[in-house]
Every structure is written in structure tokens, then in C-alpha cells.
């Protein structure tokens, strides 16, 4: 049985296969790809195939924004009857390298098994909480990726708006109990903006109180199609309401400013 190796970087960060030390050693062309003699390790008549695995993440970029939850999916595939773990090292980094600390997380498997010549996927979670910055942020995803037959680095940058956006859905209407703020209690971040959109053919006027300014009441207010941004950079208080005018007090939630 030949030594296992992850076949070759290809210089993508979405696609690869897992390097292992001793791959140069293996009369393989520049690639690494192919074993010696340009054969295929995974066909033909070679009795004792390299075996190998190759990885791929979906994502290259994820644009997104407070208070959401992203998936990057990863998948394995095994050549060379390679059946083994896989072995997966998450981390959230700043732009410096550093690891964040602002309450962004990553959750996902970190060990994936594959089983010879198949592929197994795995899917991690990004979590932004609703106070993780009040300003843009720009961070990255690694997924170190290992095994018998090598290891590479995975990565993914996670562009973050520090704008928590709300949805009033079309169809909602006066219907307080599927109200999108309706009995919460979150946290922002100074410089971060709360925006309110009414995707709703029912008027939804928002209710401010505190340190949150109220939306204009009459005709210009709550309108369908429109949008009332709240932007906390500009605010001196640091707690209050925020909900439907239009539909009461059961549909506000408590809102803190960091």
C-alpha cells in the first residue's frame, strides 16, 4: 500500500486535496496529482492505488448581517479506497489573524468519517449575534482539514453589515401574534442600524420610545413598501421599545444599546 496523501493544493481556497509530507517523495508530476508513471491512482491496473482525498467548500465569500445564521458546506471525496476520518479545525479570524471575540461563532462537525471511494459532506454554522459589531466587519472562516493522507486550509470571507434588518411579511397584517419584534429582547451595538421594512399591504408605523426615535405618524408612515432605518450611532440613550405603532404594545421588543 502506497503512503496516503492529500494529492495537491490547486490554489483555490474553495478546492483542494489534502498534502501530505511525504507527496514529493513519490515521483508524482508537479502537481502532485498523479503517481508516478502518469497513471491514475484511482483506475487502470494499479493493484495499490495512492489514497487520497479531496476537499471543497461552497462558498467562497458570504455577505451577510446581524442577527443571522449562515451554513458553509464542506465536502470530502475519497480516491484510493482511503476510508478514515477526516479531522476538522474551525476558527473565526479578524483581518490581522486574531481570533474574533465579538460573539460571532462556528459550530459544525469536527470529525467527518468517509468511507473508501465515497463522499461525505458536513455543514457549519455561522452564527452573527445582533450585538457583534457596530460597525462593517470583514472576517474570515478557516476550516483546517486533516487526515492519514494529508491536510490543507479552507477559507471563506464573511463580510458582515452591522445592520440588523426586520420584516413585517406580506399577509401579516393585524395579526399581533406572528409580529416579527413581538415579546423580543436583543442587543445592538452603537453605530449599528436597525432597519424596519413593511413587506406588508397593512399599514405598520414604528413605534420608538426611550432612546429610539417613533416613525412619522399620518400619511407618510409605515407605508407599504417602506423602510424606517433607526441608526443608533446617532442616539444618546442606550435602552427602549421598538415595535408596531400600528398594532400595539404586544408587538414591541425590548431593545439595549452597547
Do not use: W
Request: aromatic share 4%.
Amino acid at each position: 500500500m502506497r503512503t496516503p496523501i492529500f494529492v495537491a493544493a490547486l490554489g483555490l481556497s474553495l478546492v483542494g486535496c489534502l498534502v501530505g509530507d511525504g507527496a514529493p517523495g513519490t515521483g508524482d508530476d508537479d502537481t502532485g496529482s498523479l503517481p508516478a508513471g502518469g497513471s491514475d491512482p484511482g483506475t487502470g491496473s494499479n493493484p495499490n492505488p495512492t489514497p487520497t482525498v479531496t476537499a471543497a467548500i461552497d462558498k467562497s465569500t458570504v455577505t451577510t448581517e446581524l442577527g443571522k445564521t449562515e451554513l458553509v458546506t464542506l465536502t470530502l471525496t475519497s480516491g484510493g479506497s482511503f476510508a478514515g476520518d477526516v479531522t476538522v479545525a474551525m476558527a473565526l479570524v479578524d483581518g490581522a489573524g486574531a481570533a474574533l471575540t465579538n460573539g460571532i461563532t462556528v459550530t459544525g462537525a469536527p470529525t467527518v468519517a468517509l468511507t473508501a471511494n465515497n463522499t461525505a459532506t458536513a455543514m457549519y454554522s455561522v452564527k452573527i449575534p445582533t450585538n457583534a459589531t457596530g460597525a462593517d466587519l470583514a472576517a474570515t472562516l478557516k476550516l483546517d482539514v486533516s487526515s492519514s493522507a494529508g491536510s490543507n486550509q479552507f477559507t471563506t470571507a464573511l463580510n458582515v453589515a452591522a445592520v440588523y434588518n426586520v420584516t413585517y411579511a406580506a399577509g401579516l397584517a393585524g395579526d399581533v401574534t406572528t409580529h416579527p419584534l413581538r415579546a423580543q429582547t436583543f442587543k445592538v451595538k452603537k453605530g449599528a442600524k436597525i432597519s424596519l421594512h413593511n413587506a406588508d399591504a397593512a399599514i405598520h408605523i414604528t413605534h420608538g420610545d426611550g432612546a429610539f426615535p417613533h416613525e412619522t405618524q399620518g400619511a407618510t408612515g409605515g407605508l407599504a413598501n417602506g423602510t424606517y432605518t433607526i441608526d443608533t450611532a446617532a442616539l444618546t440613550g442606550t435602552s427602549g421599545n421598538i415595535g408596531c405603532h400600528s398594532h400595539g404594545t404586544a408587538t414591541y421588543a425590548k431593545v439595549t444599546i452597547e
